[in-house]
């Protein structure tokens, strides 16, 4: 069975400040995908990052960089110079490679991050 | 693009009542899955399809009915709603796997 696990509850900082995410997560699949969502307070599911397991290079887009080391199962996700609007409940998940697992996907119990001005 | 819808947004059941949480998409993909979410853990997996005609259970599957007569819908069923099952339903879609999975706003509903 798959197993994520985000070990922060909440995190507090002042804007500006940067923001790391932890993510582990346990699977016996040789492939799969990794993927961050945010839920900001007005409560929908925002698409942020998506990373395949074999590919383990990783990445900036804009202020949201990600780690993904497949030899230690982790996953995480930094906020850079953070901003007010990104307070939000982020969620790191697991797909596996299989048709038949429909997409499913298997969620972190989310961080709360809260960026005060 | 109206992307994935659900309705209703919100909804209060007394126990022993039965509904049906209504989703839909527009956009052809194959997959869809419903998931509820829970302080503190998550969202969890209910059912999901693969396709028009193919359902399968999730990891919470007790209590929830579902179909999926055509690629565009998704309803699922509370048979016999207990205040265990209030929570906030996500539908989702996705065109296959490993690609981003598109949620619709989510339903609230309370069993009293």
């Known amino acids: 069975a798959q197993k994520v696990t985000q070990a922060q509850t909440e995190i507090s900082v002042v804007e500006k400040e940067d923001v790391t995410l932890d993510c582990v997560y346990e699977?016996?699949?040789?492939?799969?995908?990794l993927f961050w969502y945010k839920q900001p307070p007005s409560g929908e599911l925002v698409f942020l990052i998506r990373r395949n397991s074999f590919d383990e290079q990783n990445e900036i887009s804009g202020r949201y960089s990600w780690n993904f080391q497949k030899s230690t199962s982790s996953f995480n996700f930094t906020i850079t110079a953070s901003q007010v609007v990104d307070s939000a409940v982020y969620f790191c998940?697991?797909?596996?490679?299989?048709?038949?697992?429909?997409?499913?996907?298997?969620f972190g119990g989310g961080t709360r991050v809260l960026v005060k001005p | 693009n109206a992307g994935v819808t659900q309705t209703p947004k919100f909804q209060v059941l007394k126990t022993g009542q039965s509904m049906t949480l209504q989703c839909a998409q527009d956009?052809?993909?194959?997959?869809m899955s419903w998931y509820r979410q829970d302080p503190g853990m998550g969202l969890r997996l209910i059912h999901y399809s693969v396709g028009a005609g193919i359902t399968d259970q999730g990891e919470v599957p007790n209590g929830y009915n579902v179909s999926r007569s055509t690629t565009e819908d998704f309803p699922l069923r509370l048979l016999s709603a207990a205040p265990s099952q209030t929570s906030v339903y996500f539908c989702?879609?996705?065109?296959?796997?490993?690609?981003?999975?598109?949620f619709g706003q989510g339903t609230r509903l309370t069993v009293v």
């Open positions: 956009m052809n993909h194959e997959y």
């Open positions: 998940a697991l797909s596996e490679r299989n048709k038949a697992a429909g997409n499913k996907l298997t």
């Open positions: 989702a879609s996705s065109p296959r796997e490993g690609t981003e999975a598109f």
């Open positions: 699977t016996r699949d040789t492939t799969y995908y």
